[in-house]
């Protein structure tokens, strides 16, 4: 298992994690991880004058960038740091508390872009691949 990365957040190291369990988690909020990763990302169905999804010549539909989804990250920020603390009571054979999703995101001092970067960052990793 690769080692974890970890993050501080008002001055305490928490390890986080996005694996198939905190995907999991995510689709059950979004039903649809597709939609979940256009929220994060900010990315919307370019529309024609009839309202209609544009597609390009691949047959993929097009997309316009909009501002990321504030939730988007509220709600994946603390799945993946208690994932991270569960998979390293798991590796040292202890037992651990998860943090509470309100009060993480409350102290959370890491300026927005920063978070919002290193989140799609994990993400992309856990769903494309170490790039």
Known sequence: MEK?????????KYPYKCDLYVLEELQKEYSDIFEYERKL???????DKNGNKVYGPDGNPAYVRRHFDIHAINVILPLMINEGIEITGWLQNKEVSPVDPKEIIRRCDIPLYEL????????????????
């Open 41 to 47: 990302k900010g990315l919307e169905y370019r529309l």
């Open 116 to 131: 919002w970067e290193l989140v799609v960052e994990e993400y992309n990793r856990c769903m494309f691949g170490k790039k």
């Open 4 to 12: 974890l990365k970890t993050l501080t957040i008002d001055k305490k």
